[in-house]
């Protein structure tokens, strides 16, 4: 009887922490549903052309627990945070039940076939770079901050330009 007790206890709690989880995962808007995100997309191309940077993708919605840390990861991690700024524009791209912006994602080579979060670059004219697989970025229950490093710097400006590499 007792370890009945005992397990009930525990899935009541694993149960409120999660209730926890998604109820402050719902609070969190970093995503605007109803955003023109091709005209968005536009801006920030148009934005990383002006200034010599490509744009960083970040597609997924707010309902998506690992796309707010992911979000939270990179913008408050300061050596992350400075290498995006000083080589991208970055843009969340949403994809909700209430608008999943399919044309978009079909423009972007379907990116939402790895999952969310999921990031796209593009070039200064709107090219796209290439597109990564968060899950590989990930470390236990969170963000491993060298190997986002590498990726950033992998899809530079610079790192992709044939003139970095002459002689």
Not at 110 to 136: C, M, W
Request: hydrophobic share 40%; proline share 3%; charged share 25%.
């Amino acid at each position: 009887m007792g370890k009945l007790i005992k397990l009930s206890l525990i899935i009541v709690l694993y149960l409120s922490s999660l209730t926890t989880i998604f109820a402050q995962t719902e609070k969190i808007k970093i995503y605007d549903p109803k955003a023109n995100a091709e005209q968005e997309m536009k801006e920030a191309i148009s934005k990383a052309k002006v200034e010599g940077k490509h744009v960083f993708i970040q597609v997924g919605g707010n309902w998506c627990s690992w796309c707010v840390m992911l979000h939270k990861f990179y913008t408050t991690e300061n050596q992350i945070d400075s290498a995006i700024n000083a080589n991208y524009v970055v843009y969340l791209l949403n994809y909700s039940k209430e608008n999943k912006n399919l044309d978009v994602l079909a423009e972007l080579g379907f990116p939402q076939r790895f999952g969310f979060p999921v990031i796209v670059i593009l070039d200064a004219e709107g090219k796209r770079l290439h597109t990564q697989n968060s899950v590989y970025l990930e470390e236990g229950r969170g963000y491993n901050k060298k190997n986002f490093m590498e990726f950033l710097y992998n899809w530079t400006p610079k790192a992709v330009n044939p003139e970095s590499y002459k002689k």
